[in-house]
């Protein structure tokens, strides 16, 4: 089994920056993608950024230039700096780890953006 612990979500005003940080624990396996998704109230759940176990990443076009994704291999861990937040980035922010064609997910952590 695999868990996720997500922290770092808050409150910050538009033009801040917030660090989220996600540890899996369990069943991990060396070849795998970390990522991060958001779900605002009333949309769909969609990708922020994700980065792979050789550390290729992509990110939503809404967030390029402002999010860094990263990762520690060593702690199973993945970091989202999350730089020039605006009110449109409000939302549950959600860690996954896809491995084997399996997805897990965090419980979830709020990202309030105020303007």
């Known amino acids: 089994q695999v868990q996720l612990v997500e922290s770092g979500g808050g409150l910050v005003q538009a033009g801040g920056s917030l660090r989220l940080s996600c540890a899996a624990s369990g069943s991990i396996f060396s070849i795998n993608a970390m990522g991060w998704y958001r779900q605002a109230p009333g949309k769909q759940r969609e990708l922020v950024a994700r980065?792979?176990?050789?550390?290729?990443?992509n990110y939503a076009d809404s967030v390029k230039g402002r999010f860094t994704i990263s990762r520690d291999n060593a702690k199973n861990t993945v970091y989202l700096q999350m730089n020039s937040l605006k009110p449109e980035d409000t939302a549950v922010y959600y860690c996954?780890?896809?491995?084997?064609?399996?997805?897990?997910w965090g419980q979830g952590t709020q990202v309030t953006v105020s303007s």
């Open positions: 980065i792979t176990s050789a550390r290729s990443t």
């Open positions: 996954n780890l896809m491995q084997r064609d399996r997805h897990y």
